[in-house]
């Protein structure tokens, strides 16, 4: 089954404890990105990546971190979690360029709270 | 910069009732527009996609259309059922660096 899956689905920890949260996706796509949605501010990008090793920043990347070191992973790192990166933040993956099929696939979410 | 208004912002009709959702995007350099729902504290469920080169996508119950030229697009959904009570949300792919850019929702409740 082609899907975009993400782990953990929910995590609570506390300021200042490094956390990564993993991406993987099954289709060969060659984009991959990192939202954040917050309540009344929509999705917002937080970084992309075009190929594996090419990673560049959204409109909300500090405080994060990517990495591309295989086609079908893009984890997600916090090295220093902060309260105000409470939110659900999914990861999304899709072909490149003008095709037929590219659709963006979403994976199913992770909560996170920083206490 | 794009940006993707959905008005208005939270919408409930009775079943049975046909229904528009609107979106409207401020930069007309686009590769596509996906409407997706949304259930409650749950993930994204891509529903339509629209190339910057088609009007409009039909699935079952659902028409999407687009006009790129005036910076629009609308998802019909017939005969609306209780199961279609979601938030709806619309997103514009951007040419250049593929971000899909969202508006912030339209939250249905279809009431039996």
């Known amino acids: 089954e082609a899907q975009v899956t993400q782990n953990p689905r929910y995590l609570i920890t506390v300021t200042g404890k490094k956390l990564t949260v993993t991406c993987s996706q099954n289709m060969n796509h060659e984009y991959m990105s990192w939202y954040r949605q917050d309540p009344g501010l929509g999705l917002r990008q937080i970084y992309y990546?075009?190929?594996?090793?090419?990673?560049d920043k959204g409109d909300v990347p500090e405080g994060y971190k990517v990495s591309r070191k295989e086609k079908r992973n893009f984890p997600l790192i916090l090295e220093s979690p902060s309260p105000n990166q409470t939110s659900l933040y999914f990861c999304a993956s899709s072909f490149r360029g003008v095709a037929l099929d590219n659709e963006q696939f979403f994976g199913p979410g992770t909560r996170l709270t920083v206490l | 910069k794009q940006e993707v208004t959905q008005i208005p912002a939270a919408l409930s009709v009775p079943e049975g009732e046909n229904l528009v959702l609107n979106c409207s995007f401020t930069d007309s350099a686009i590769y596509n527009l996906q409407w997706f729902r949304q259930d409650p504290g749950k993930g994204l469920t891509s529903l339509l996609l629209i190339q910057s080169s088609q009007r409009e996508q039909t699935s079952g119950r659902l028409n999407a259309s687009l006009d790129k030229s005036s910076g629009r697009s609308t998802l019909y959904i017939a005969a609306s059922q209780p199961g279609d009570s979601a938030t709806y949300l619309c997103a514009v792919k951007g040419i250049g660096n593929e971000k899909l850019t969202f508006g912030t929702g339209t939250r249905l409740t279809i009431i039996p």
């Open positions: 990546s075009m190929n594996v090793e090419v990673t």
